[in-house]
Structures are given as C-alpha cells and as structure tokens.
Antibody
Framework: QVHLQESGPGLVKPSETLSLTCTVS????????WSWVRQPPGKGLEWIGY?????????DYNPSLKGRATMSVDRSKNQFSLKLTSVTAADTALYFC????????????WGQGKLVTVSS | ETVLTQSPGTLSLSPGERATLFCRAS???????LAWYQQKPGQAPRLLIY???SRATGIPDRFSGSGSGTDFSLTISRLEPEDFAVYFC?????????FGQGTRLDIK
C-alpha cells in the first residue's frame, strides 16, 4: 500500500517561502505524476500543481498562484517537494500531497495533510 | 478554467435512504475525466469514482457515478452511517485541475 507523508514547518512568516516535502513509501515514485493540493480552514480544495517523477521539466501549476509555486523531485529519496514564495495569510491551509493525476484514475493516494499557518 | 458547480450545497437524509449529488461543469470535461471524493473531518479526501463512472479500489458498490459532457452525478444507493461526509467532484481533463465547492451530506 502506497503511503504519503508531508513534512515541513507549520508556521511561516508573511513574505517568506513555504517549503514542504512529501515522502512516498510502499511504492516507487517512478512512472507517476505527483501533486500538491491545499485546503484553507473550513473551505474547499485547490490544486497547486503536479510534477512527473522524471523531474522538473514536466510540471504544471495552477495559474491562480501567479508563478509563486515550484515543485521538484528527489528520486533517490522517493520524495517530491513544494516551494511557495511570498506567502500571505491567504496561503494558510492544510497542504496535501497526492499521487496523480493519473488518467483515468485521478488522485488515488493522499497524505494526511500538513497545516501551514502564515503569521508573524 | 473549468468551473465545477455542485448541488445541493447540503443534503440532509437518513440512513437507508438514497442520495444523489450533482456536479455541473462550465465546459465539456474531456474523456469524462471526472472524479468524486469523500472527505471526513480531519482526513484527506478519499477517491470514490474516476472516469465519471468507475469505482476506485475498495469502494462499496452502493456508490455509483454517471454522466458525461458537462453534467455528472454521484448516487449512494442506501446510506450507511459512515457515508455522512463532504463530497467533492473534480475534473482532471483540462489544466488547471479544478474541484467543485463540495456537498455536505448530513444525517437528518
């Protein structure tokens, strides 16, 4: 069974960079797309972006983030990461990592989520 | 982007009843790349349906999805106590991937 676990700071100051890592266990990172999705407290889900296991050149990001998001992969550690720059209070959310999109199956495995609060 | 509008916002039903949730897309969802997720408080979303009508691994057959183009639905044939949760639809046929705002299924 594939297991995903998010890690990183739970508190980030405004204007700084949010950094999260997702560690994949129970399966290889190879041949899949990997995504980040966030959910502000009490609100809905927003897709941040995806990266293919092969690396940084096969990525796609949500335009709503206005170029602030960057994802990377470390195949040797079975991990992928997210950096979100110039954060504001509006970036406070539960951040999930997930496997997919994997047409036709979409996002089939998810991490438990990491709450990140943006506050001084 | 493809906007997904779910209805109703809240559905109040009793265990044993049938639930039907709707999801309308602002443009055609290519190859029916439409998924449904269930989310309970403090948990990650759980994939129920993909490709509009295929059940994900381990999902009970009381859950079924249908629809095509811009109109989709999720039916739970006979509600169990553990089915009361929030349900999201998602399209992954066009970038950016988008989610509906959710339908809350409450116990009546």
């Amino acid at each position: 069974q594939v297991h995903l676990q998010e890690s990183g700071p739970g508190l980030v100051k405004p204007s700084e960079t949010l950094s999260l890592t997702c560690t994949v266990s129970g399966g290889s990172i190879k041949t899949y797309y990997w995504s980040w999705v966030r959910q502000p407290p009490g609100k809905g889900l927003e897709w941040i972006g995806y990266i293919y296991y092969s690396g940084d050149t096969d990525t796609d990001y949500n335009p709503s983030l206005k170029g602030r998001a960057t994802m990377s992969v470390d195949r040797s550690k079975n991990q992928f990461s997210l950096k979100l720059t110039s954060v504001t209070a509006a970036d406070t959310a539960l951040y999930f990592c997930a496997r997919g999109p994997l047409p036709p199956q979409s996002f089939d495995f998810w991490g438990q989520g990491k709450l990140v609060t943006v506050s001084s | 982007e493809t906007v997904l509008t779910q209805s109703p916002g809240t559905l109040s039903l009793s265990p044993g009843e049938r639930a039907t949730l709707f999801c309308r897309a602002s443009q055609i969802v290519g190859t029916n790349f439409l998924a449904w997720y269930q989310q309970k408080p403090g948990q990650a979303p759980r994939l129920l349906i993909y490709g509009a009508s295929s059940r994900a691994t381990g999902i009970p057959d009381r859950f079924s999805g249908s629809g095509s183009g811009t109109d989709f639905s999720l039916t739970i044939s006979r509600l169990e106590p553990e089915d009361f949760a929030v349900y999201f639809c998602q399209q992954y046929g066009r970038s950016p991937v988008t989610f509906g705002q959710g339908t809350r299924l409450d116990i009546k």
